[in-house]
């Protein structure tokens, strides 16, 4: 067990649909960082908070937004869900700002996300 | 641009065999940190090891070490004495300290153990 909760573990929705993905840290960790894993495009890394403010940008696409709340839980949204959304969704968080790479990033156990 | 590649899409071998991953990676920065991940069968991620591009010393855990080559930009990986529970798919990555926190993944190597 990382430390790192993320819920749901599943979701089945529909094209078109907007779905929000909850992340909650390790207890300390300052970072969360979202990351993408589908049969066609592998592991993607999408976006990363540092303390609330966002601070690395990956291959997000316009539709999705993601934010750092005050108590440091993450969310990820998808909105104007397409088939090819559908993939495994990991949070990380890390103590510090990963500059570097200098921090460790554990990851939570995903959210499956199923677009019909 | 950063990219991992890991050549080898599947790898099967039986039981206390000796396998290594190969690892390349492409990168414009002078600073950066490369990663080992494991993904078993039930699906989570678990770091394996970090090492930065300063340090080229390898690195021994037990059944698992490394050998980083800046020379060739190769960051293997080897598994000594392979039990059944090392089958997983293992990814390695890459984190510059341009746009530090974006982490460039390899397609990943399935490793299949067989008793």
């Known amino acids: 067990d990382s430390g790192v909760t993320q819920t749901p573990k599943h979701l089945i929705t529909a094209t078109g649909q907007r779905v929000t993905l909850r992340c909650s840290p390790r207890s300390g960790d300052l970072s969360v960082y979202w990351y993408q894993q589908s049969l066609d495009q592998g592991l993607q890394f999408l976006i990363q908070y540092y303390n609330g403010e966002e601070r690395a940008k990956g291959n997000i696409l316009e539709r999705f937004s993601a934010q750092q709340f005050p108590d440091l839980h993450s969310e990820l949204n998808l909105s104007s869900l397409e088939l090819g959304d559908s993939a495994l969704y990991f949070c990380?968080?890390?103590?510090?700002?990963?500059?570097?790479?200098?921090?460790?990033?554990?990851f939570g156990p995903g959210t499956r996300l199923t677009v019909l | 641009a950063q990219k991992v590649t890991q050549a080898q899409t599947e790898i099967s071998v039986v039981e206390k065999e000796d396998v290594t991953l190969d690892c390349v990676y492409e990168t414009r920065d002078t600073t950066y940190y490369l990663f080992w991940y494991k993904q078993p069968p039930s699906g989570e991620l678990v770091f394996l090891i970090r090492?930065?591009?300063?340090?080229?010393q390898n690195e021994i855990s037990g059944r698992y070490s490394w050998n980083f080559q800046k020379s060739t930009s190769s960051f293997n990986f080897t598994i000594t004495a392979s039990q059944v529970v090392d089958s997983a798919v293992y990814f390695c990555?890459?984190?510059?300290?341009?746009?530090?926190?974006?982490?460039?993944f390899g397609d990943g190597t399935t490793l299949t153990v067989k008793p």
């Open positions: 090492r930065n591009s300063f340090d080229e």
């Open positions: 990555a890459l984190m510059g300290n341009t746009n530090a926190g974006k982490s460039t």
């Open positions: 990380a968080s890390s103590e510090r700002q990963g500059i570097i790479g200098t921090d460790t990033q554990y």
